[in-house]
């Protein structure tokens, strides 16, 4: 068939072939820089109004607890919600909340709940309570999601992932591990091993998450796929999550009115209105990156948030705001480049670059 | 009513090949008033479906006014997978 089509036609094609692919690439790449502003503007709101007195003087008295686990779901519901509303609002603009609606309904709508569901509240929570258990040594060890995304995407979906690849993705995890590594304290703690163990079950969270829904977005379109995650995570921390940290903490009446009191902090909310934003644009690009080039490469090049989150915490907390201790560490540009070069090798040989040359 | 990225993908569950226009002239009865149905989404949705195996390439061509078309077509894996989990 494809010896009938003219040169033209042959060219035309190839172009759109090599858009779509760089454009998914693009996108996935996207991803991880618009996370990476999102973790800024998410730690510039839990600093400013009635966030600064939690986390400074604490006038209001909360525990250590409260201060630890509830105030970072909470945290993640504000931005969530603020991100769920950013999301309906640009799926109205765009016409489709109605296929929002009608997608709920159907078992795309459902696999993309429960990605949602475990990607979000659980994910989250396992992150923040391995945090807590073993310290920030959990911190690289969520940097494996890409990996295990990639590995999932060929189990559950046939994608493809040969040793060129996965290559490829050992480098990034081994640049996010440098980037991860820098942020290892002395504060491992008894209990560390359980701590990582349940640190992993987030970075099988996140893979799970990024390699299922991204080929969810094949079928629902990016735009309403995000629109469900971002409402059904905002949601499940706010009336799931909260609450039962809540109850944890001594009584629902205090997560009740911590939520009122952070939802109606206006210097706080500008900011968590722009984390939102940020939040969004990020796992829309993700969803649909993923989709484009599938798991194992999607994922890389979203991981590149590793180096992204810190630089843009730099930009906007220490460079902007003039706060301290956001400076990015030498190893992290180091780490930085060698993620790019991890990233190429998942996407191609890098030796045809100099065959090109040569025949060129 | 499905959601038009649904309608797209059952379309070739009906069909032995399509293009893009071919899936817009199918749907404009239904889904006409969605801003959704244009070339560039619809072409989107379709290289997003072949990307993850749900559709696969036939042929391509040039129409009269010079544009690509590519044509697709949902083989026996991808229509079993598009009718899994998309019901009528």
């Given amino acids: 068939m494809r010896g009938t089509a003219n040169a033209a036609a042959v060219a035309a094609k190839n172009k759109l072939s090599s858009q779509f692919y760089r454009k998914g690439i693009t996108i996935a790449l996207f991803s991880g820089l618009m996370y990476g502003f999102y973790s800024a503007f998410l730690t510039l709101g839990m600093s400013k109004g009635v966030w600064g007195d939690w986390y400074g003087v604490n006038a209001a008295g909360l525990s250590a607890f409260v201060v630890t686990y509830l105030l970072g779901a909470l945290g993640s519901a504000v931005n969530d919600t603020c991100s769920a509303v950013w999301a309906m609002g640009y799926a109205g603009f765009r016409g489709k909340l109605g296929d929002f609606f009608r997608c709920l309904k159907t078992t795309p709508g459902h696999v993309m709940i429960l990605c949602a569901l475990i990607g979000g509240p659980i994910s989250s929570t396992a992150y923040v309570v391995g945090l807590q258990m073993a310290g920030s040594i959990v911190i690289p060890i969520t940097a494996l999601c890409p990996a295990i995304g990639a590995i999932l995407g060929r189990l559950l979906f046939k994608q493809e992932l040969n040793k060129r690849m996965m290559l490829g993705i050992a480098i990034c995890v081994a640049a996010s591990f440098m980037i991860g590594s820098t942020s290892i304290g002395g504060d491992a703690p008894p209990g560390m091993f359980l701590g990582i163990c349940i640190a992993f079950i987030a970075a099988l969270g996140w893979g799970f998450e990024g390699c299922v829904a991204g080929y969810g977005t094949s079928m629902i379109d990016s735009e309403i796929g995000i629109t469900i995650r971002q409402a059904v995570s905002g949601l499940s921390n706010l009336i799931i999550l909260l609450p039962v940290f809540g109850l944890m903490a001594g009584g629902l009446n205090l997560s009740t009115s911590l939520a009122i009191q952070a939802f109606t902090s206006g210097p706080a909310m500008f900011w968590f209105a722009i984390s939102g934003l940020c939040a969004f644009v990020s796992y829309m690009s993700w969803y649909r990156g993923n989709s484009m080039c599938g798991a194992a490469l999607g994922m890389a090049a979203n991981g590149t948030y590793s180096f992204w989150g810190p630089f843009c915490c730099w930009i906007v907390l220490g460079v902007i705001f003039g706060m301290d201790g956001w400076s990015i560490p030498p190893i992290a540009w180091a780490a930085a480049v060698l993620m790019v070069f991890g990233i190429l090798v998942i996407a191609m040989n890098p030796m045809d670059l100099f065959k090109k040359k040569e025949a060129k | ?88």
């Avoid at chain 2, 989404?41 to 993850?52: F, G, H, P, Q, S």
Wanted: charged content about 30%.
């Fill in chain 2, 1 to 88: 009513m499905k959601p038009l990225n649904y309608a797209i993908l059952k379309h070739f569950t009906t069909v032995k090949e399509a293009s893009a226009d071919d899936v817009i002239e199918a749907l404009k009865g239904e889904y006409g008033k969605f801003k959704a149905l244009n070339k560039k989404d619809v072409i989107a949705a379709l290289m997003t479906a072949e990307a993850n195996c749900l559709l696969e390439e036939t042929r391509f061509d040039l129409d009269d006014a010079g544009n690509l078309r590519v044509y697709y077509r949902a083989n026996e894996d991808g229509a079993a997978t598009i009718n899994k989990y998309i019901k009528d």
